[in-house]
């Protein structure tokens, strides 16, 4: 699989430089920032969560942290979130493989959270649907195509280990 169609022609419509990176077949946050050598902190991790109601919000945080749903919680002010299973990641996003989906929930009807960790790299790095290769972009470009909310809620490093 190559890259995802929809983020394909999100970035042809909208003129967008962008760089596409192979790298060997890689599952984890982690691994892909290793293969492709570029720090945790500048590799994208999308994370869906579920709401009570049954919708759905794409989280964005770098590949070396976790989402703090309690922190989620309070600064979305919705109650109630929970990780969304593989299930439902199959059906939210049909033409990615699982687990490696794109950071624009506009292309998908999902509202979009970002944690501000991620803006401070000068360039993001993410998955675009599948496991062997990543998108590489100006953060401010990433930023004005995705028009994510903003917001702190991602644990990091020896703090994330320690939370599990």
Known sequence: MAINERVSRLLEQYRIEYELLPHREAFTSQ?????????????????????????????????????????????????????????????????????????????????????RCVEKAPVIFFQAGNHHEVVRMKTEAFLELARPLAGEFCVCGEEARAKG
């Open 31 to 115: 691994e892909i920032a290793q293969s492709v050598h570029v720090p945790g902190r500048m590799l994208a991790k999308v994370v869906v969560v579920r709401e009570p109601s049954g919708g759905h919000l794409m989280v964005v945080v770098p590949a070396a942290c976790r989402v703090d749903l309690d922190v989620l919680t309070r600064q979305t002010g919705r109650p109630g979130l929970v990780l969304a299973d593989e299930e439902e990641l199959r059906r939210l996003f049909p033409d990615c493989e699982l687990g490696a989906m794109p950071p624009f929930g506009r292309l998908y009807d999902m509202p979009m959270v970002l944690d």
